[in-house]
Nanobody
Framework: QVQLVESGGGLVQAGDSLRLSCAAS????????MAWFRQAPGKDREFVAA????????FYADSLKGRFTITRDNAKNTQYLQMNSLKLEDTAVYYC?????????????????WGQGTQVTVSS
């Protein structure tokens, strides 16, 4: 099991940018496919982005392409989510997730390890 801790959330205004970080420990980080999900109040958890073990493969939710960028630094055991041009509807708790497989999944059931989440609130 890998331990995940998110950081970087906060209160921002619409149009601002924010970068989330997810620090991993307990296992070899480069052996894990990583992802970000988010959950808004009253809604199901939804896929945001995922990145392959060597960062050569990335997937995004169609609605977020062009505004969000997922990256990872295996030397620092950390993945990131750069969020630009934030909108009110981006308000949610953002979760970091890890999968020990090799395939990059968009489905939350494929990720066994999760962080506690970090709140992102976008105001007008």
């Amino acid at each position: 099991q890998v331990q995940l801790v998110e950081s970087g959330g906060g209160l921002v205004q619409a149009g601002d940018s924010l970068r989330l970080s997810c620090a991993a420990s307990g296992r070899i980080f480069s052996n894990y496919v990583m992802a970000w999900f988010r959950q808004a109040p009253g809604k199901d958890r939804e896929f945001v982005a995922a990145i392959g073990r060597s960062a050569g493969t990335t997937f995004y939710a169609d609605s977020l392409k062009g505004r969000f960028t997922i990256t990872r630094d295996n030397a620092k055991n950390t993945q990131y989510l750069q969020m630009n041009s934030l909108k009110l509807e981006d308000t949610a708790v953002y979760y970091c997730a890890a999968s020990s497989g090799t395939l990059v999944w968009r489905t939350n059931s494929r990720y066994a390890d999760w962080g506690q989440g970090t709140q992102v609130t976008v105001s007008s």
